[in-house]
C-alpha cells in the first residue's frame, strides 16, 4: 500500500549474538525457547577460535590469513586488492551472495539455526541476524607494513564491500524463510575509533552506505557498540536499532541528546 514498514519491537527479547554453549544444537534450542518472537543464530566462541568474530567474518575469503596465534593479515598487492574489489562489485551488481556466505566451520550457530527453522511448521515474523562490522574488522586486520588496515583506504573498502555481501547473504537465507531480516552490524571498536581521532567521516560514510544497501533489499539494519559510542555518528547513519550497554552508557546517551538539542 505504499507505507513504510518500521521496526517496532514493543518490548520483545533478542539477544547480542554470543552464548556461551559448546553444542549448537543447544544454543538454537535456548534462543528459540527465549527468544520466540525475536530469534537470532547464536555464535559459540566457546565452542571453537573459529567462532571469534574476525575468524567467523574473514573465513573462506581470499587473502586473508591468520597464524598460529589467531592474529589476522591480508596479504596481497595493490593490483589483486583491486582486482578482488571489482570481483565483489560484480557479485553484489548480479547478486551473487553464495560464495561470500558464512561457513559452517566458522558458525556452527546459524547452520543449526536455519535446520531448526525448517523443521517449524510456524515461525517467527523477524529473524536477526548479526556480523563484525568493517570499521572494528579494520582494526583487527593488519596490512602491509604491519599496519592495521584501518589506515588503509582502499582495504577499508574491501572490508566494507566483504561485510556487505556477507550481511545481504544472512538477509536473502533469512527471506527464504518468509521471515522480515533485521540485521545488525557489530562495532565494539567504534570507540577505539574515536578514542585514535581518526576520522569520523569516513566512518559514517562506510556504515551508512551498508545501511543503505541492507535497506534497498528490505531489511532492517541495527548498529551494535558495547563501547561508548559516537552517538552522533549513530543517529546520521540512518540504523532502524541501536544496541548499546544501557548500564554504562545511558548517561552519555542524555548528554548527547542534550547537546543536540542545543
Known amino acids: 500500500d505504499g507505507t513504510e514498514q518500521r521496526f517496532l519491537p514493543r518490548g520483545v527479547a ?33 565452542r571453537h577460535p573459529s567462532e571469534y568474530m574476525v575468524a567467523q567474518a574473514l573465513a573462506g ?10 592474529e589476522w593479515r591480508l596479504r596481497a598487492t595493490r593490483k589483486e586488492i583491486d582486482h578482488a574489489f571489482q570481483q565483489l562489485q560484480l557479485a553484489q551488481a548480479s547478486h551473487t551472495f553464495a560464495p561470500y556466505g558464512l561457513k559452517e566451520t566458522h558458525a556452527a550457530g546459524w547452520f543449526a539455526m536455519m535446520r531448526a527453522l525448517e523443521r517449524q511448521v510456524k515461525r517467527p515474523t523477524t529473524f536477526k541476524g548479526q556480523l563484525v562490522g568493517p570499521l572494528t574488522l579494520s582494526m583487527c ?7 592495521w588496515l584501518v589506515h588503509d583506504t582502499q582495504a577499508c573498502d574491501l572490508l566494507e564491500l566483504l561485510t556487505t555481501l556477507r550481511a545481504l547473504w544472512q ?21 577505539q575509533y574515536v578514542e585514535a581521532g581518526l576520522a569520523l567521516d569516513l566512518a559514517r560514510d562506510m556504515l551508512q552506505r551498508i545501511v543503505q544497501y541492507l535497506h534497498a533489499e528490505g531489511a532492517w539494519v541495527g548498529l551494535h557498540c558495547c563501547a561508548d559510542p559516537p552517538w552522533a555518528l549513530l543517529f546520521e547513519i540512518g ?13 552519555t546517551l542524555v548528554h548527547s541528546s542534550k547537546q543536540a538539542a542545543t
Not at 586486520?141 to 599496519?147: S, T
Not at 518468509?178 to 557489530?186: A, F, K, S, T
Open 171 to 191: 538477509v536473502e537465507a533469512i527471506r527464504a524463510f518468509e521471515m522480515q531480516p533485521l540485521i545488525v552490524i557489530d562495532e565494539p571498536g567504534l570507540g
Open 141 to 147: 586486520v593488519r596490512g602491509a607494513g604491519d599496519a
Open 14 to 46: 533478542t539477544g547480542v549474538g554470543s552464548l556461551a554453549y559448546v553444542d549448537p544444537d543447544d544454543a538454537v534450542e535456548a534462543v528459540l525457547t527465549q527468544c520466540p518472537e525475536l530469534p537470532f543464530w547464536p555464535q559459540l566462541t566457546c
Open 61 to 70: 575469503l581470499p587473502f586473508f590469513e591468520s597464524d598460529r596465534l589467531g
Open 239 to 251: 540504523v532502524d536499532v541501536i544496541s548499546f550497554d544501557v548500564f554504562r552508557y545511558a548517561r
